[in-house]
């Protein structure tokens, strides 16, 4: 399978989503996405890798991405968690309409303060109306879900002690590269940190 990044070059994500520019620095030469993945990790403000990688994917894989990371950094806390959760992993897998009603409705019924609740946010914001009102049809801004999946991996690394926080990041864009190349989703998890 080829690349999952609907994207060929690292500006054209900041042309599709012009507000980007306002959290992440655009790029000064013609790079791949991924490539820039990897310099935005690698430079002044690390976990602006995120921000990026989450829009820089298609949005079902990016939700993808987003439960992995949520999961593996072993921020999911509750039960409702667990339940929106597997309600996007079946948005994920059917992709239809009925299921991202259901995600947007849990998560929505949720208290905004958890990852998951943010991932859940994210595929119901993939696509529907912003407007409660059927009659009044207000499309959902198109970044929605890559903010939304951003805000819910911040959220996560927020539960990762300090010393562990690269290298939760790590493991974070290691595995979402790794997918995005075509392969599976790699199991997200924290290292051990090495003995002393």
């Known amino acids: 399978m080829g690349s ?3 994207f060929t070059k690292a500006k054209q994500v900041f042309e599709t989503y012009p507000e980007l520019s306002d959290n992440v620095v655009e790029p000064t ?3 791949a996405p991924q490539d820039y993945v990897r310099a935005l990790q690698e430079g002044e403000s690390p976990l602006t890798s995120i921000c990026y990688f989450a829009h820089a994917l298609p949005k079902r894989e990016s939700v993808w ?14 039960d409702t968690d667990r339940h929106i959760l597997e309600l996007c992993e079946h948005w994920v897998r059917e992709g239809d309409e009925e299921a991202r009603s259901a995600v947007q409705a849990a998560a929505e019924a949720a208290k905004p303060d958890s990852a998951a609740v943010w991932i859940g946010m994210a595929a119901g914001w993939s696509g ?3 407007s409660p009102n059927p009659d009044h049809r207000v499309d959902m801004p198109a970044d929605l879900t890559a903010k939304a999946v951003n805000a819910g991996i ?3 690394m927020g539960h990762v002690e300090p010393p562990n926080r690269d290298n939760a990041l790590d493991t ?3 595995a979402g590269l790794s997918f995005a190349e075509g392969g599976s989703m790699p199991t997200v998890s924290l290292r051990e940190p090495a003995a002393l």
Do not use: E, F, P
């Open 154 to 156: 911040m959220i996560a």
């Open 29 to 31: 030469s013609d790079v």
């Open 128 to 130: 529907g109306s912003l």
């Open 172 to 174: 974070c864009i290691s």
């Open 65 to 78: 991405w987003g439960m992995k990371c949520v999961s593996g950094l072993g921020a999911v806390k509750t």
């Open 4 to 6: 999952r990044i609907r």
